[in-house]
Structures are given as C-alpha cells and as structure tokens.
C-alpha cells in the first residue's frame, strides 16, 4: 500500500521528526510505501522513501501552515494513498499522530480572553477541531493519557477512535554494564571532576522546556554547591537570552549549551541528574531515557510522562502551579540527596521490566488497519 505522512518541518533530533520517521521505516519494513509532504527538511533523507518539499511564502506561522495544507491537499486526496498520516493537526487526515498538547485547553486555560478573537486562535482551533470533532473519522494516537481527556472534555470525541501507544523509547538509552567507564571519558572530555555536579537538559524550544527555571534554581544554590554545579543544555533554539540570563545570574561559566547532536547517551551516563521543569509537554519521552539511562529525574507534573516517574519512583516532581523558591529546593535535593542512589536504581530497574519501546510498531498496525478500511 501507498502511504502518505505529513508534518509541517522536518529536522534532526526533533522528538516529533524522530517519531515520524520511526513509524515510517516500521511501514516501509512492512512493504508499503512512503511518500512524506513538508515544507522543509534538514538533514539526511531516508533511503527508499519520497520527500516532497512544499515551499510556502507565508512568513506568520499559522499562514504558513494554512497555505501548506491547501497546496497538498488535492494530493492527499486524489485517491493515491491507502491512509493520510498527520504529525500536525490539519483538515483531511486519516491517521493522527497526537504529539502536541490540546491547544483548546491551552487557550482556555492560559491565554487571556481576548486572545479568542486573534486570527493564531482562529486557526489552531478549526484545525484543531478537523481532527478531534465527534463527527471525523480520523484514528488518533495518543502518548499522554492526559491529554487524552482535555480532547474528550473539548470535542467529545468517541473513546473508540483513541488509541493510547505505549512510548517509543531508543534502546540504546538502556544503562550498559560499562556505564561507569563511559562516565569516566565523558567527564574527561568536557573537563568535569568527579566532584562536579552536572545537570542534563534536552529538547528544543527552550522556553517551554523550562531552561530559565534550571538557570535561577542554579544560581540559587548555596555557593560552595553552586561553583562546582553545572546544566547541560542540548537542542535547538535562540542561545543569546539564556547566555544573558546566566550572566545577570552570575553562572556564565557553568552553562553549556549544544545543538542536536548523535551521542546523547554518553551525556545521559555521564551526567548526574535529569532537569525537566516544562511549562507543558505532552509526553517527554526524554524523560525515559533519562531514567533508563540511571539519572534521577525532576520534573514538572504537567509532563504527560510524569505518571512514569511515579509509578517508577526515579525521581521528583515539581507540583503545580509552579512556585521557582520550591524548585530550587528541589534542584538542590536532586543533586545532593542520599535518596539518588534508590531513584538511579528504581529507573533502571523500570526499563527492565516495562513496555517502554514498541511505539512504532504499534502505530503501524494502527495505520495498516486504518489503511485495509479504505482497500
């Protein structure tokens, strides 16, 4: 079968990118074949599957993305594929891969009233609304049960067309029996004692992310602990506020900030402990890694994960609303607490004994039944 997936920008290390081409090499192995639509793509191009690349002029966000899904929609629709997979919410698919969180709930809950009356509103909500409306037939997969419930509350959508994976977590995050010996190197090569405490950061959008909450948590410890801290920030995104922030906090020096990069794990067995204090995030499926891998993790309780971290009983999370005096606290107790030894092994253990790993396989027989409807 023929199978189109769509998102709107394609690039290397995005979790959203990661997962799309995960699920599509799954169907690819399966014998279908892979068109992808999208209006930019960096960096390399699977082997065996189509790119088409859709420039759009549009320089606002949301008139870019209307135009796009104008332009491939006489393609979608011209009866090529078997099933329509959308990594974006957009009018038209028959698969929806649910990445980001309701927009719905957002505007309700954290935007001022009159933001309802903006164009942005106007059009995140009716795309919104073409795949979660009870009426559609779109199949939807679901990373974060959470939010699951935000789409039924706002769109009444049917339970039958949810579908809950189970994440799709790298193996190669799994902690290795010469993990210490990787730690040693990694602390070589950037230059940290065996004394330094190294917080580890991940994900682009570093706003979102919760990086400026880390930096004044850093800066709040007491300064014997301070001097010898240090945050790793890997992803993509504007570097200069934070670089300035840190000045004006006076951690210029204890900040380290890394585009995308291919050898996340040694910074996962090398750090010592995973910062995820998220003004939202639908899943996190960093937060695995990072507990997989050995660190104790803090995190905010929004992350549609942060039932993981409970279950597994790997780390903390910072309760909402988000109060920065409690984080600090908590950043100092993630560091330094005798508890870190239990949260270490508690994570670990819970990759050994959870599903952590089938995502992909599971959307594609989610596809290929969605698909078989339509032969």
């Known amino acids: 079968m023929k199978l189109a997936f769509v998102l709107f920008k394609y690039f290397p290390y995005g979790g959203l990118q990661w997962k799309c081409l995960r699920i599509a090499a799954v169907c690819q192995a399966r014998g279908h074949e892979i068109d992808i639509y999208t209006m ?59 990445a980001d969180p309701c927009f719905q709930e957002k505007a309700s809950t954290l935007r001022p009233w009159y933001y309802r009356y903006s164009a942005r509103y106007r059009f995140f909500s009716a795309f919104e609304q073409a795949v979660f409306k009870a009426d559609t037939n779109t199949e939807l997969m679901m990373i974060s049960s959470v939010e699951m419930a935000h789409f039924k509350r706002h769109y009444q959508t049917p339970d039958a067309r949810f579908h809950l994976l189970p994440p799709g977590i790298n193996r190669n995050r799994i902690r290795p029996d010469n993990a210490d010996t990787l730690r040693a190197e990694f602390r070589h090569t950037f230059g940290f004692t065996d004394t330094d405490h190294v917080a580890l950061m991940i994900g682009s959008d570093f706003k979102r992310k919760g990086l400026a909450r880390t ?57 010592d402990a995973f910062i995820h204090p998220a003004h939202s995030e639908a899943a996190g499926n960093v937060i695995l890694e990072a507990m997989i891998a050995g660190l104790p993790v803090l995190i905010t309780d929004v992350c549609g994960y942060a039932h993981h971290v409970v279950q597994s009983k790997a780390g903390i999370l910072a309760p909402s609303p988000f109060d920065q005096s409690e984080f600090n606290v908590l950043f100092h107790r993630i560091l330094t607490s005798p508890e870190r030894a239990q949260w270490q092994a508690n994570g670990i253990r819970y990759g050994q004994t959870e599903d952590l790993y089938s995502l992909q396989d599971v959307a594609a027989d989610i596809i290929e039944a969605k698909a078989h409807q339509h032969a």
């Open 40 to 98: 930019s793509w960096a960096g390399e191009r699977p082997a065996g599957m189509t790119i088409h690349l859709i420039p759009v002029q549009e320089k606002r966000n949301h008139k870019r993305y209307a135009a796009f899904q104008t332009l491939i929609e006489p393609m979608l629709s011209s009866g090529h594929y078997a099933a329509v997979v959308g990594f974006n919410k957009m009018p038209g698919l028959d698969v929806y891969y649910a």
């Open 215 to 271: 930096l004044r948590a850093l800066a709040a410890l007491p300064e014997a602990l301070s001097t010898h801290t240090h945050v790793i920030m890997i992803g993509q995104d504007k570097e200069k506020p934070y670089l300035r922030l840190a000045k004006q906090l006076g951690i210029a020096q204890q900040l380290h900030l890394f585009s995308g990069r291919d050898d996340v794990p040694r910074f996962l067995f090398g750090c």
